[in-house]
C-alpha cells in the first residue's frame, strides 16, 4: 500500500490542507482577542481533521508523488505521533486477517488474557475505565502517549534506526509548531490544552467502536452513518467497513462507494452498524465497549 499513488492531484484534499493549516496559525496568531470556548471547539476539530488527512496521505493522496503528499502534513499541530510511525503501524494495521490481535495489530485496544491478568488492579481500573468513551476522551490521550512513547523508546535503545528517524523528523515539527505559538505570544499550555490534546480526543472518538474482536474476519470493522459534521471530520473513515474494502480510494468517493455497496458491505461485517456517534456515545460513553482482555485467543491467527 506504501506504493498507492493517486491519478492526479485531488484538490478537495488539498483544499482540506491548506484550510487545516489556515485556521490553526489563524487561531493561534489571534488568540487574545478570542475566548476559550471558541479556540477550544475550532482548533480541536482543526488539529483532529489533519489526524485525518495524515491518514489519507499514508494511502496515497492527494497527489503522485508520496514525498510531496507527506511534505504537505508534515508540521504536526497535535504533537504526539511521528507521522512516519502512524504510516507504517497503520499499513501494518490493514492486514485484516489480524485485526484486533493484541500482538499483530498495532491499533488493537485488547490485551492477551495473561497480559491482563498480570496488570496491578489500579491498571486493570484504568484500562476499564478508558474503554468508554468518556475516559477515551479524558484519558485516552494521556494513555495512549505514555503507552506509545515508552515502546518507542525501548525499540530505540535497541537500535532500530527507522524509529529514530521518524521521531527525529517529529521533533523538527514540533519545534516548528511550538516556536510559532511561542511567537504569536500564545502560553504553550494553552495550546497543549486548548487544540493539541483535545484534537486527539476528538480523533479517539472514530477509533472507539472502528474494530470488535470477532472470530469472522469481516465481523471486525464498523460502518457508522454518521452527519456531516462527523463524516468530514473523519474524511467518511466513519464508513470503515468500506475503507477497508477500497483503501486507496480517496475519502470524497467513499459515500457513494458506500451507498452503492451497502447491502454487500453490511453483509460482510454482520451488520457491525451505528446510526450516527450519537449512537455511541448513548451506548458507552459510560459504559465499556468490551473488555480489554481479548474474549477468545483461539480466534487468533
Known sequence: MTNIRASRIEWPTLTLIFSVYATLILLVW????LPWW??????????????????EVLHGHPTRSRQV?????????????????????????HNDAYLTCPVRDPESYYLLPDAWEALPGFKRTLYSFNNTLFGRMLIGPGVGIIRFWSDEILQMIKGRRDIVMGWSAFLVSCVIVLSFVKWAGMPIW??????????ISLALVRSFCE???????????ISVEANAYWSLLFLNNNLHVAHHDRPAMPWYRIPAYYRAERDRLLGKNKHYLMRGYSEIFGRYFFKPKETVKYPDVSWLK
Open 30 to 33: 489571534f488568540h487574545d482577542f
Open 38 to 55: 471558541v479556540i477550544l471547539p475550532i482548533g480541536a476539530t482543526a488539529a483532529c481533521l489533519h489526524s485525518s488527512l495524515q491518514h
Open 69 to 93: 503528499n507527506e511534505a504537505l502534513v508534515f508540521i504536526a499541530p497535535h504533537l504526539w505521533l511521528p507521522y512516519a510511525r502512524y504510516r507504517d503501524l497503520h499499513l501494518q494495521h
Open 190 to 199: 494553552q495550546y497543549l490544552l486548548l487544540i493539541a490534546y483535545p484534537g
Open 211 to 221: 474494530h470488535q474482536a470477532a472470530q469472522d474476519v469481516g465481523e471486525r470493522t
